[in-house]
């Protein structure tokens, strides 16, 4: 079997299960890395896959003795001579690092990020750079659009990992797993001209352009909001107040579903005075990505989620309108819904409210792209999916990051109880400050104490309201960059996440699938034709 996927040229195709399995007791006791069977990949005259030796772990490249291929010198690593089933063999194992990442997304594609388009997508944003083979398992067979690389550049600069880092950690997360469906990278919540720059030049293929700093939320009374809207950059915006007024003034606009929204003058002002610098930032953001993308394709999305007024149903409109006369192509757009979107709880809110915007929302998206409506804050919000999925019909994406992590601790929790206590007592004390930039309402003085709890009861921690949100974000006070003057505990949380890997994977993709399954199901309903495209 081994020289027969040697000299296949192009990539081979998966091996099955039983013969991915021998093949790979066959190379552990021959090359002392034992491979991932799915993670076996075969392509121009070279094996690769990802290999495990206690909690280390190897890209092993693999060739006959003596026929070295071209591409082994994109790779690096200690080569060794082993003989499997008669055939000389070199192997080569190499670090989990940049380089050798960069060379896999050359010459085994589906390790390379790509575009996804309007399919219903789900991110999994992974901040310890383990989850990724956790979330393929979770998401293997949903039909869903994966984004295994995704990072804000807030999480980014919190947990100390680069925009290489974070992609490099899902190539070979994806290649471990044998995910073959390709995979979207986005760049989460850029806020600057420096962060498209830093996530473009890393690789990243979808870019979230975050204005919130440009959105203003309170446009005062009927005069004073007047006044801001002939204050507004309309040199940048590319119109005058006059051309906007005769655009929209007096206008009703009519949505599948029939749905109708009306503009008169206030309606027009206040949508313009909220959103309309965030607009020229957001165009100027496109633009900008553009040229330093050149001819690399790739895809936007605008989010205001983390603003402090919902997105109404109009004023989504006149942002889509907008961006769409100034040139600016999307695939998803994340408003800020009504309810409360807090970090690793249920949707606080109410149900049917969420249900009727959520409902508008989709109408706007479909009369305007199509495009996808992006859920930001999607962890844990079960009981708004089975909505969002059967009202979008696949125009859909919803993001989670910080649930992972959370789930990482559980496994953390049963694996190392003392370890788990440390994190916990530490992220109470960090609570009061870690929360400022975050939409959490938990009082720490609720989260039980370590003392107070026996050991078994530490997984149950994470199943506790205030618990959740405490330890949700103070991830990079716990795993950050910077060192607490003490042995860290990043470095012990990942030691140990390593030695409990098959726990802590199967803790991590049980939760995801838990939220995936709803929007695998409600997928069906897609049908772009949908949009009737006569505002285009
Ligand atoms: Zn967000």
Request: hydrophobic share 40%; aromatic share 8%; with cysteine.
């Given at each position: 079997?081994?020289?027969?996927?040697?000299?296949?040229?192009?990539?081979?195709?998966?091996?099955?299960?039983a013969?991915?399995?021998?093949?790979?007791g066959?190379?552990?006791?021959?090359?002392?890395?034992?491979?991932?069977?799915?993670?076996?990949?075969?392509?121009?005259?070279?094996?690769?896959?990802?290999?495990?030796?206690?909690?280390?772990?190897?890209?092993?490249?693999?060739?006959p003795?003596?026929?070295?291929?071209?591409?082994?010198?994109?790779?690096?690593?200690?080569?060794?001579?082993?003989?499997?089933?008669?055939?000389?063999?070199?192997?080569?194992?190499?670090?989990?690092?940049?380089?050798?990442?960069?060379?896999?997304?050359?010459?085994?594609?589906?390790?390379?990020?790509?575009?996804?388009?309007?399919?219903?997508?789900?991110?999994?944003?992974?901040?310890?750079?383990?989850?990724?083979?956790?979330?393929?398992?979770?998401?293997?067979?949903?039909?869903?659009?994966?984004?295994?690389?995704?990072?804000?550049?807030?999480?980014m600069s919190?947990?100390?990992?680069?925009?290489?880092?974070?992609?490099?950690?899902?190539?070979?997360?994806?290649?471990?797993?044998?995910?073959?469906?390709?995979?979207?990278?986005?760049?989460?919540?850029?806020?600057?001209i420096?962060?498209?720059?830093?996530?473009?030049?890393?690789?990243?293929?979808?870019?979230?352009?975050?204005?919130?700093?440009?959105?203003?939320?309170?446009?005062?009374g009927?005069?004073?909001?007047?006044?801001?809207?002939?204050?507004?950059?309309?040199?940048?915006?590319?119109?005058?107040?006059?051309?906007?007024?005769?655009?929209?003034?007096?206008?009703?606009?009519?949505?599948?579903?029939?749905?109708?929204?009306?503009?008169?003058?206030?309606?027009?002002?206040?949508?313009?005075?909220?959103?309309?610098?965030?607009?020229?930032?957001?165009?100027?953001?496109?633009?900008?990505l553009?040229g330093?993308?050149?001819?690399?394709?790739?895809?936007?999305?605008?989010?205001?989620?983390?603003?402090d007024?919902?997105?109404?149903?109009?004023?989504?409109?006149?942002v889509?309108?907008?961006?769409?006369?100034?040139?600016?192509?999307?695939?998803?757009?994340?408003?800020?819904?009504?309810?409360?979107?807090?970090?690793?709880?249920?949707?606080?809110?109410?149900?049917?409210?969420f249900?009727?915007?959520?409902?508008?929302?989709?109408?706007?998206?479909?009369?305007?792209?199509?495009?996808?409506?992006?859920?930001?804050?999607?962890?844990?919000?079960?009981?708004?999916?089975?909505?969002?999925?059967?009202?979008?019909?696949?125009?859909?994406?919803?993001k989670?990051?910080?649930?992972?992590?959370?789930?990482?601790?559980?496994?953390?929790?049963?694996a190392?109880?003392?370890?788990?206590?440390?994190?916990?007592?530490?992220?109470?004390?960090r609570?009061?400050?870690?929360?400022?930039?975050?939409?959490?309402?938990?009082?720490p003085?609720?989260?039980?104490?370590?003392?107070?709890?026996?050991?078994?009861e530490?997984?149950?921690?994470?199943?506790?309201?205030?618990?959740?949100?405490?330890?949700?974000?103070?991830?990079?006070?716990?795993?950050?960059?910077?060192?607490?003057?003490?042995?860290?505990?990043?470095?012990?949380?990942?030691?140990?996440?390593a030695?409990?890997?098959?726990?802590?994977y199967?803790?991590?993709?049980?939760?995801?699938?838990?939220?995936?399954?709803?929007?695998?199901?409600?997928?069906?309903?897609?049908?772009?034709?949908?949009?009737?495209g006569?505002?285009?």
């Amino acid at each position: 079997m081994l020289s027969s996927l040697l000299s296949s040229a192009q990539l081979a195709p998966p091996l099955e299960e039983a013969a991915g399995e021998a093949l790979a007791g066959e190379l552990a006791a021959t090359a002392g890395w034992r491979p991932y069977p799915r993670s076996l990949a075969a392509v121009a005259g070279a094996l690769f896959f990802i290999g495990r030796r206690g909690r280390e772990k190897r890209l092993c490249v693999l060739w006959p003795a003596g026929l070295e291929p071209a591409l082994a010198g994109d790779f690096h690593g200690e080569r060794t001579q082993a003989a499997v089933g008669g055939l000389p063999i070199v192997i080569q194992a190499g670090p989990l690092d940049h380089a050798n990442a960069s060379g896999l997304r050359v010459h085994l594609q589906f390790t390379a990020p790509r575009l996804v388009g309007t399919r219903a997508a789900f991110g999994a944003g992974d901040r310890l750079g383990l989850a990724t083979p956790a979330h393929v398992q979770a998401l293997r067979g949903l039909g869903l659009a994966a984004i295994f690389a995704q990072q804000s550049v807030r999480e980014m600069s919190r947990t100390g990992r680069t925009p290489e880092q974070v992609l490099d950690s899902a190539t070979f997360g994806v290649l471990e797993q044998g995910w073959r469906e390709g995979y979207g990278a986005d760049a989460d919540h850029l806020k600057t001209i420096e962060d498209a720059d830093a996530t473009a030049a890393a690789g990243f293929t979808m870019f979230t352009v975050d204005p919130g700093d440009h959105v203003d939320g309170v446009p005062g009374g009927e005069s004073a909001a007047r006044a801001k809207f002939e204050a507004l950059p309309w040199g940048e915006l590319e119109t005058t107040s006059e051309d906007m007024r005769r655009a929209y003034v007096g206008r009703t606009f009519r949505l599948p579903g029939d749905l109708q929204i009306g503009f008169d003058d206030s309606t027009l002002v206040a949508a313009a005075v909220k959103y309309g610098r965030a607009l020229a930032h957001t165009a100027a953001m496109y633009r900008h990505l553009a040229g330093v993308m050149g001819r690399r394709p790739f895809e936007l999305e605008m989010s205001v989620d983390e603003t402090d007024s919902p997105t109404t149903a109009a004023e989504h409109l006149f942002v889509a309108r907008e961006l769409r006369r100034l040139g600016v192509r999307w695939v998803s757009l994340a408003p800020r819904f009504v309810g409360r979107f807090e970090k690793g709880v249920d949707y606080l809110g109410d149900l049917g409210e969420f249900e009727r915007c959520f409902a508008e929302h989709v109408a706007v998206a479909r009369r305007l792209g199509p495009y996808k409506i992006s859920i930001h804050s999607g962890s844990d919000k079960f009981s708004i999916y089975p909505i969002a999925a059967r009202l979008a019909g696949g125009l859909v994406h919803l993001k989670t990051a910080g649930t992972s992590y959370l789930e990482a601790l559980r496994a953390v929790a049963r694996a190392a109880p003392a370890l788990f206590r440390e994190v916990l007592d530490f992220a109470i004390a960090r609570y009061p400050e870690d929360r400022a930039s975050y939409h959490v309402s938990a009082d720490p003085g609720e989260v039980p104490t370590p003392e107070s709890l026996a050991d078994d009861e530490l997984p149950g921690v994470l199943d506790h309201f205030h618990a959740r949100q405490v330890l949700h974000v103070t991830f990079g006070s716990v795993v950050g960059a910077e060192d607490a003057g003490r042995p860290r505990l990043r470095d012990r949380l990942l030691e140990t996440l390593a030695d409990n890997e098959e726990a802590h994977y199967e803790a991590v993709a049980k939760h995801i699938e838990r939220h995936a399954r709803p929007f695998a199901e409600g997928r069906e309903g897609l049908s772009p034709e949908e949009g009737d495209g006569d505002d285009r």
